[in-house]
């Protein structure tokens, strides 16, 4: 397994956008997040794909309307773009893949704790400041 790797952190203001992108490998059947650390706090999922769209795809309620995660099967590249970002915002975010699946035949969602995801980058820093 290859570990992923993140780019596109740095600094912003509020406000402003930032893409972060992924650069995973194979394309088996799971799900790929981000997710992020604040400092003192937990990893916590801010966002999930599956790579053949066989699941909801998951948003955490902070960043619903202002984030969109994607996926370019092409070129094995998995997206973040954060537009109107905040102060709460800081982070490190980092791209995790081979995620589980949870659910029922009528609705399949990717898991979203970090013990469901097997590989994991090294993570990239967004410091957005107000």
């Known amino acids: 397994q290859v570990q992923p790797v993140e780019s596109g952190g740095g600094a912003v203001q509020a406000g402003g956008s930032l893409t972060l992108s992924c650069l995973v490998s194979?394309?088996?059947?799971?799900?790929m997040a981000w997710f992020r650390q604040i400092e003192g706090k937990e990893r916590e999922a801010v966002a999930a794909i599956h790579t053949r769209g066989r699941t909801h795809t998951y948003y955490a309620d902070s960043v619903k309307g202002r984030f969109t995660i994607s996926h370019d099967s092409a070129n094995d590249t998995l997206y973040l773009q954060m537009n109107s970002l905040k102060p709460a915002d800081n982070a490190m975010y980092y791209c995790?893949?081979?995620?589980?699946?949870?659910?029922?035949?009528?609705?399949?969602?990717?898991?979203?704790?970090?013990?469901?995801?097997?590989?994991w980058g090294q993570g990239t820093k967004v410091t957005v400041s107000s």
């Open positions: 995790a893949t081979r995620g589980g699946i949870i659910g029922t035949r009528q609705r399949l969602d990717c898991r979203t704790t970090p013990d469901a995801y097997r590989t």
């Open positions: 194979g394309n088996g059947d799971y799900c």
